[in-house]
């Protein structure tokens, strides 16, 4: 898993409550990526940041909040906000910019709400 | 919306015969390419990336064509071993106005039996 930690590996909440998925990487890279992954479905962007200190809006960034305090660590907020928030979370982290350098990624966090 | 494509959802081959999954893509500005192997409840893992300015590209039992005419790329795996069987992602780099992202595929599953 390219020295990229999420933690937990499951995460189970319920419904108006918001939780907080936690991802560090210990790869010195300054980009930072979170994406949601539906069943069956490709990967979807959240957040990216690609410097502490700044983070921009992916494809799918409402219900969601990000952090990024620190380069190692970007951590992810689901709101209550977010209407459907079950799903499989990935980080990912890359050495740069994403068009330039390769992604690599967590092993991911499945949140399921009830 | 610009998206990445896949032409067919599953793919199930014989050990020992090649695969090859194909994508299209639409943004004739891609420039960044990459193709990620991702197992059941785990993060994606990359297999193999090539830039515009190439149009093949060979690793370990992988290779990597890209036709920019058509927009379209495909991953071969020779020997296809079961060791193989996973979901095949495509992506492309996104220039935006904020930096630069990956655009995902929903995903090939390569299914190889004995």
């Known amino acids: 898993d390219g020295g990229i930690t999420q933690s937990p590996k499951y995460l189970f909440r319920k419904e108006g409550q918001n939780v907080t998925l936690s991802c560090e990487q210990n790869?010195?890279?300054?980009?930072m990526y979170w994406y949601r992954q539906d069943p069956g479905q490709g990967l979807r962007l959240i957040y990216y940041?690609?410097?502490?200190?700044?983070?921009q809006k992916g494809d799918i960034a409402e219900g969601y909040s990000v952090s990024r305090e620190k380069k190692e660590s970007f951590p992810l907020t689901v709101t209550s906000a977010q209407k459907n928030p079950t799903a499989f979370y990935l980080c990912?982290?890359?050495?740069?910019?994403?068009?330039?350098?390769?992604?690599?990624f967590g092993p991911g966090t499945r949140l399921t709400v009830t | 919306g610009e998206s990445v494509g896949l032409h067919l959802p599953t793919l199930s081959v014989q050990e020992g015969d090649n695969s090859i999954i194909n994508c299209a893509y639409s943004?004739?500005?891609?420039?960044?390419f990459i193709w990620y192997k991702q197992e059941s409840g785990k993060g994606p893992q990359f297999i193999i990336d090539i830039r515009s300015n190439m149009d093949k590209r060979q690793g370990q039992r992988v290779t990597v064509l890209l036709n920019k005419t058509v927009k379209h790329l495909s991953l071969q795996i020779a020997a296809t071993q079961p060791g193989d069987s996973a979901v095949y992602f495509c992506?492309?780099?996104?220039?935006?106005?904020?930096?630069?992202?990956?655009?995902f595929g929903k995903g090939t599953t390569l299914s190889v039996s004995s």
């Open positions: 790869l010195n890279h300054d980009a």
């Open positions: 943004n004739s500005a891609s420039d960044y």
């Open positions: 990912a982290s890359s050495m740069g910019l994403a068009g330039t350098y390769e992604q690599y």
């Open positions: 992506a492309e780099n996104r220039a935006n106005q904020a930096g630069t992202a990956l655009i």
């Open positions: 940041s690609q410097i502490v200190n700044d983070f």
